[in-house]
């Protein structure tokens, strides 16, 4: 069995207002296969400034490598393809090396969304232990202020820290 398979990349570039410059970008991956057959993945996250390239370790239809390649016709549900190592620069190619790239991972991945959860979490814990220290030292600072309480053992005691209390106020 042999098998002849010719492939092609659709590249468009647009010019976008809110960054102002030419950015380029991967429309589509087709296969073209037993001559007559044709599998298309579009690839609507491959892009990057006109002026830089763009890389990534996988380009792939396969969700363990984020599947940035997604069947557009259902001969394509049949393939998988990936490219490694894959670099592209669509346009301002001098002396046929690529310009700096423009790479593929994101800026939020799920363990940096974690880190991020994780100290935010580790901050209001120590915010929280901070108040409290500065509480406990109010709480020391008025005790010193406070007179001294005194609780009597018995009824005698009572009455006589009553009598002692009277004789002092008739002293003043």
């Not at 690529?98 to 974690?114: E, H, K, N, R, V």
């Not at 880190?115 to 020391?140: C, D, N, P, Q």
Request: charged fraction near 15%.
């Amino acid at each position: 069995l042999v098998l002849s398979i010719k492939g092609s990349l659709q590249l468009s570039n647009t010019f976008y207002e809110s960054s102002g410059q030419w950015w380029f970008s991967v429309d589509s991956v087709s296969l073209l296969y037993n001559i007559s057959e044709e599998a298309a993945f579009n690839a609507s996250e491959v892009y990057a400034p006109a002026s830089s390239s763009y890389r990534c370790i996988h380009v792939s239809s396969l969700e363990r490598y984020s599947a940035l390649l997604l069947p557009g016709t259902d001969q394509a549900r049949r393939w998988s393809i990936t490219f490694t190592d894959f670099q592209i620069q669509a346009f301002s190619v001098t002396s046929g090396k690529f310009s700096p790239a423009s790479d593929c991972t994101t800026f939020l991945t799920p363990a940096i969304l974690m880190g991020l959860v994780t100290s935010l979490i580790l901050l209001l814990v120590l915010a929280y232990a901070l108040h409290m220290l500065i509480h406990l030292k109010h709480i020391e600072h008025d005790e010193e202020h406070k007179a001294d309480v005194y609780f009597p053992k018995s009824p005698e005691h009572l009455e006589q820290y009553c009598v002692e209390n009277l004789t002092e106020k008739n002293v003043m």
